[in-house]
């Protein structure tokens, strides 16, 4: 049987590029929710929300081998651009296969143009770029200002996964507001595009069923209306779904997709789901599922790594917006990483989160790289892997969400007209936390450790195995204790502590490299202390 892909396009952009006029000029069927129809965007003249169009072609050739489709609809997600609304921008940007970057060429890369690029790179796989109101640039430098822009464009790609991005040269609405009847200009060559731009989605239909439910309205007579996009497995009329954030379960009465019946959804699908009624203001947006699979969290542990374009620090206990799905919350943050025993975990898994294992402490978020690395200290840095990090999330308030979600940490209180990127990191939700008081349960289990440093000196080389140490332990203390911790010599040998030597907290320390046969090493570590120990002396009888 034939059927139809569905497509998720994210229509993104600073505000006024003309992501509406865009979105108007593609699509042939508007949902409930399109084209600024709520009265205050109206009023306004801005997105408020997001809306939902579509328009459908037939299946390009290099989707056709995947078999049972014959249509490819587009759903165009139209996303306010005004920097107030990130919340609803990060939640439309969690939904899309492909993002539409829209830029006004007259004004080139604007904050919230960066901030949408940056989302692209956390959230999707693909970007096309558009350049609009092209009929603003006069008609005779019109090619090469385009040309330079697409220049500009393409060498901030450059810096991101989206080098090949095409960038499309368009007219959404030429003559602006005040004209009428005009028809938009590079749209047949833009739908060419994100047609080729197009790869097949995953689209399973197995696994608990999640709906992100972003408008709720109620039609008289027949019920309660959920419009959304299906996150995973499939939903058929008469299913029993829940709806965690009100504790209810509802009997699925009919479905439509752009107003057309049917009588399942899967995963990727758009559609409205009517189940029997309730008040819809109780349900502006959220998750519905199959029931008993979302778990409500109050903490939570996460996948992590900093957005390198936020200035500031990403610091252990300071409180960062937090956005999972379409929800915001505030949320207290503490960093740990690198594995205890010392070996980093360069995997790129990030689900190889084990809370049996122990972990280090950080003070703060670090770039994508080691730990040691960002200390500066000559360690091995390993290559373009970055070394998992970790954070345990403490949120103000409980949320409900899907099972390894998106996570996205930002300071969404900064001056929007500062001109500074506000996303600070990113990552996918591991370990969930639902003790609705505090996360105890899950407290006792982790084990993060904190890193001490102190420094000792070395008394002498016992033999060409080890040294005797001073200095690092009190007379008192039980260096039994401490057998087996790593000492580092600031001659650059590693070695361990072996145990007390004497009555005076004085320690043997054994080196690795020594145990290792390195003999020369030691012979040579032997030279320079041996030469540190007469220039040192010589220095004395200087002083004398
Ligand atoms: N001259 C010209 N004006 C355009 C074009 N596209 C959009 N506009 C105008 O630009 C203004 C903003 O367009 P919208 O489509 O509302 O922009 P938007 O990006 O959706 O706005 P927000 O969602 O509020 O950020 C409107 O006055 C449009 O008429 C174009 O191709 N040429």
Redesign the pocket.
Known sequence: MQGTLNFNVG?L????????????ALSTVASTASF?KNPQ?RER????DLGFSSFTVDIPEHLRQHGSYDKLQFTLV?????ASLIRTIIGGAQIIDLMML?V?VTKGIQTQTAECLLLGEITCEKMVVVL?????LPEDKRQSAIEKMSKKFQKTLEATRFHDAPIIP????????E?QGKE??GMVKLIDILKACTYKPQRVETGPFIFAVDHCFSIRGQGTVMTGTVLSGRVVVNDTVEIPSMKMTKKVKAMQMFRQPVEKAIQGDRVGICVTQFDPKLLERGLVSSVGVLPTITAAIISVQKIKYFKGPVATKSKFHITMGHETVMGKVSFFGQKRDGVEDTSGAENNFNLGEEYIYQEELHIGKSVNESKNDNSEVVANKPVRQYALIMLEKPVTCAPHCLVIGSKLDTDIHANVCRLSFHGHLLLPVTDPKYPETLLPNLKVYKIKQKEGLVERIADDYSVIGKSLFKKESNIQLFVGLKVKLSTGEDGVIEGGFGQSGKFKMVCFKVRNKNCLQVVKRKERLLQKKQVRNQMVEKNQ
């Open positions: 229509v952009g600073h505000i006024d590029s003309g992501k509406t006029s865009l979105t108007k600024d965007s003249g801005i997105t408020l139209d996303c306010p651009g005004h829209v006004d609009n109101k092209i009929d603003l368009v007219a959404a609405k030429p003559g602006g507001p004209a938009a200009e």
